[in-house]
């Protein structure tokens, strides 16, 4: 079957860093996403890794290990409009289709 | 370049009755994926459209349909409306070109369908 997990919810004080972990299964894999979604608006587009290793986009970078099927998200001089919900998708090889996970809403305090 | 829009915003219709919403794709973009969102959970693959067919379809009735036009604009249209059909509609575009390629999506604002 395919499945995404991730926590439900973070919390984390501004200008910390916090790290959001996903795991997955699923058939066939042709990359995995992270998305952040305010309450209300539609989901953007935060980062994109098909092979295993770090990348690095300012205060944000996601981690691959295809292997043992894990992601995480880590944010870094966490400022209150951070506090949104990340999504973590899955596109699978064959029919070009995305599952994406329940997200992680995170909620950022002073 | 022009992002990716849908209409309309909001919509309230009541259960047994038929919707259509529309998603005109990003400029240049070939690709619209739709997906629905139910409060608190992630976004839920309805369909793909490619170049005009239906390229992957999720696991929902057929009374959940799509079309695409040659500009590459979308419909997506859902018969028979009942209660939990009440959700968030989302479109992405892309620039999909097979099955290989990197698919970053570009999402709409969503329309938000109440069935009442």
């Known amino acids: 079957g395919q499945n995404i997990d991730q926590p439900t919810e973070m919390t984390a004080t501004e200008g910390a860093i916090v790290q959001i972990n996903c795991t997955y299964q699923?058939?066939?894999?042709?990359?995995l996403f992270w998305y952040q979604q305010h309450a209300g608006e539609a989901p953007t587009f935060l980062s994109y890794?098909?092979?295993?290793g770090l990348e690095e986009k300012g205060r944000f970078s996601s981690f691959l290990s295809r292997s043992k099927g894990y992601s995480y998200l880590l944010l870094k001089e966490l400022q209150m409009k951070d506090s949104a919900s990340y999504l973590c998708?899955?596109?699978?090889?064959?029919?070009?289709?995305?599952?994406f996970g329940a997200g992680t809403r995170l909620f950022v305090k002073a | 370049e022009t992002g990716v829009t849908q209409s309309p915003t909001h919509l309230i219709k009541t259960r047994g009755q038929q919707v259509t919403l529309r998603c005109s794709s990003q400029?240049?973009?070939?690709?619209v994926s739709w997906y629905q969102q139910a409060l608190g959970q992630g976004p839920q693959f309805i369909f793909q459209?490619?170049?005009?067919?239906?390229?992957g379809r999720g696991n929902f009735p057929p009374r959940f349909s799509g079309l695409q036009f040659p500009n590459y604009s979308s419909e997506l249209n859902v018969n028979a409306l009942e209660l939990d059909d009440s959700a968030l509609y989302l479109c992405?575009?892309?620039?999909?070109?097979?099955?290989?390629?990197?698919?970053?999506?570009?999402f709409g604002p969503g329309t938000r369908l109440t069935v009442l």
């Open positions: 992405a575009s892309s620039t999909g070109a097979g099955p290989a390629a990197y698919n970053e999506q570009f």
């Open positions: 699923t058939s066939g894999f042709n990359g």
């Open positions: 890794n098909v092979l295993d």
């Open positions: 998708a899955v596109s699978s090889t064959g029919g070009f289709k995305t599952i």
């Open positions: 400029s240049g973009h070939n690709t």
């Open positions: 459209y490619y170049r005009e067919e239906e390229n």
